[in-house]
T-cell receptor
Framework: EPEVTQTPSHQVTQMGQEVILRCVPI?????FYWYRQILGQKVEFLVS????????KSEIFDDQFSVERPDGSNFTLKIRSTKLEDSAMYFC?????????FGPGTRLTVL | GQQLNQSPQSMFIQEGEDVSMNCTSS?????WLWYKQDPGEGPVLLIA?????ELTSNGRLTAQFGITRKDSFLNISASIPSDVGIYFC????????????FGTGTRLTIIP
């Protein structure tokens, strides 16, 4: 069964550094999303992406965040200058009709 | 913003027992979804509900989309050890391909 994949599974970085989290959505899906989950809390929407542009973003998704689909398969989330409070699980999701399928997540730890 | 409140926050049950949890919102959602999350993994979709009043089953799981479109419940019958995890409801304001608003989660623990 097709699935969303994410790399790396765990990323440790120093505060102020840039990180890029990578996702490979399910191949025939057209809608892509990033969510985050701070430890012990609920999953929160960050951004949705369709037709090579952002379709919606949350208040969390400020100027430090950007997304890109650099080729036909990858979907990336970049955090330009990480802060301690960016430490969380980051989940990529994709959909074609109604249902969003989630990847296994990248655990980002900012020191 | 929109908030989804789940109850109970946690449950401790014996294997074989039935489980019931619910999700309420102050605003209307037109799609309700139930996801399960195992430790260190992403949410996995269990059941999707698209119509007010709809009752849908998936094996031992049954979920209903409330008539008011402001609530949903999930039942698990005859629980087994692999049911352990965190269950999240999620709502979507329109129909498909937009952001999900997640609930606060219900942690299910099975006592041996």
């Amino acid at each position: 069964e097709p699935e969303v994949t994410q790399t790396p599974s765990h990323q440790v970085t120093q505060m102020g550094q840039e990180v890029i989290l990578r996702c490979v959505p399910i191949s025939n899906h057209l809608y892509f999303y990033w969510y985050r989950q701070i430890l012990g809390q609920k999953v929160e929407f960050l951004v949705s992406f369709y037709n090579n542009e952002i379709s919606e973003k949350s208040e969390i998704f400020d100027d430090q965040f950007s997304v890109e689909r650099p080729d036909g398969s990858n979907f990336t989330l970049k955090i330009r200058s990480t802060k301690l409070e960016d430490s969380a699980m980051y989940f990529c999701a994709s959909s074609s009709q109604d249902t969003q399928y989630f990847g296994p997540g990248t655990r980002l730890t900012v020191l | 913003g929109q908030q989804l409140n789940q109850s109970p926050q946690s449950m401790f049950i014996q294997e074989g027992e039935d489980v019931s949890m619910n999700c309420t919102s102050s605003s209307i959602f037109n799609t309700w979804l139930w996801y399960k999350q195992d430790p260190g993994e992403g949410p996995v979709l269990l059941i999707a509900l698209y119509k007010a009043g709809e009752l849908t089953s998936n094996g031992r799981l049954t979920a209903q989309f409330g008539i008011t479109r402001k609530d949903s419940f999930l039942n698990i019958s005859a629980s087994i050890p692999s049911d352990v995890g965190i269950y999240f409801c999620a709502g979507e304001t329109n129909f498909g391909n937009e952001k999900l608003t997640f609930g606060t989660g219900t942690r299910l623990t099975i006592i041996p």
